[in-house]
């Protein structure tokens, strides 16, 4: 009996390292709360921006100009590389008092900067640590509007794009495809503009991704009709830049927890649930950033390997089902970047 027992205490201690081992592989991954101070430290950031918005001749912060020239500002969200970055100096250069870069890059990962000098030098704004399918993307992702509308009275487009994507078209192509609705004489926040975000209602799963925090928990402000799902990278107005920034009764029910963490991928639902509830009319209900999901795996969507970059998958990335070229692309793997950089000017930037 003693030796028994004596057996079973010992194979158990011995258990336990493996059991440690393979524990985040066999149950499902924690999400990362969002703390009560960060909470806060972001309401205040939001309350700025709201406001400045009202006081347009406000003092802004140095990171920006107030040069009269509507705007786009482009916002990345990363936790890894900017890999890309010297393709997008290309894609920027000689268009320097028509777009802002703001960079979220989160802090608990060690990221090396681009090279100093480069467009993207000090444009870096002060992060929160980020998890995929969490709250925490979209906290991010509002943390870098708010900066950007803080930060420069006349950006009046917002592109919320990550490290993997990549530019489809010249900088001149994409600014004039987003400003083209609107006359010339129009004011730069003119409501003619529209957002480019993706807005679907009727996509597989879409209940058991409405029911991830609990079967009644998003009532009475979300019924499962008005429930939404869209890609996570989109291009806003300043007009919807500012409904998302100020909005909290929304914010209350996607920062929940999920129980069912498999079907729980927040930051794809709360920007396309918000536009579609508060201004369906003012959005496209499609984006402008290419993905492909064939043969996609956790998740994730396919990756293009350098083998497979070349002028015709440019070309054929560029074909939508709208009247826009889609403008962006993801999701590329980071040795792309000499492939894509040799036929930059001669396709890629050409149009």
Request: net charge positive; glycine share 4%.
């Amino acid at each position: 009996m003693f030796s028994t027992q004596f057996v079973l205490s010992f194979a158990l201690l011995l258990s336990l390292p493996l059991l440690f081992l393979l524990a985040p592989r066999i149950l499902p991954p924690r999400h990362l709360p969002i703390s009560l101070p960060d909470e806060l430290d972001d309401l205040a950031l939001f309350r700025r921006a709201s406001l400045a918005s009202l006081h347009s001749s406000s003092t802004f912060s140095h990171l920006g100009t107030t040069n009269p020239q509507p705007k786009i500002a482009f916002l990345f969200l990363t936790n890894s590389n900017l890999s890309f970055a010297p393709l997008w100096e290309r894609f920027f250069k000689g268009n320097e008092h028509m777009y802002n870069i703001y960079i979220h890059a989160d802090p608990s990962v060690k990221i090396n900067p681009p090279g100093p000098g480069g467009v993207f030098q000090g444009r870096f704004i002060s992060p929160k640590k980020t998890q995929r399918a969490s709250p925490t993307l979209i906290a991010a992702a509002r943390r870098l509007l708010a900066t950007a509308l803080l930060d420069d009275p006349f950006n009046s487009f917002f592109a919320v794009l990550s490290q993997h994507c990549v530019p489809l078209h010249s900088f001149r192509f994409v600014y004039h495809s987003l400003f083209a609705s609107t006359p010339a004489e129009s004011k730069p926040h003119s409501t003619q503009y529209r957002s480019f975000i993706e807005i679907l209602s009727k996509e597989p799963g879409l209940w058991e991704r409405y029911t991830a925090r609990g079967k009644d928990v998003m009532l009475p402000e979300i019924p499962f009709e008005r429930f939404r799902v869209g890609s996570q990278f989109f291009i806003l107005t300043r007009q919807h830049a500012l409904l998302v920034i100020r909005d909290r009764r929304l914010w209350r029910k996607f920062r929940l927890p999920c129980l069912k963490t498999e079907s729980c991928y927040p930051e794809e639902h709360y920007f396309p649930t918000l536009l579609s509830m508060e201004d369906p009319k003012g959005c496209s209900h499609f984006t402008l950033t290419r993905v492909n999901w064939t043969g996609s795996t956790g998740g994730h969507p396919y990756t293009y390997r350098p083998a497979e970059v070349s002028p015709e998958l440019v070309y054929k990335l560029r074909v939508s089902n709208s009247t826009y070229s889609y403008l962006f692309a993801r999701k590329f793997s980071p040795d792309c970047l000499t492939p894509l950089l040799d036929i930059a000017d001669s396709v890629i930037f050409r149009d």
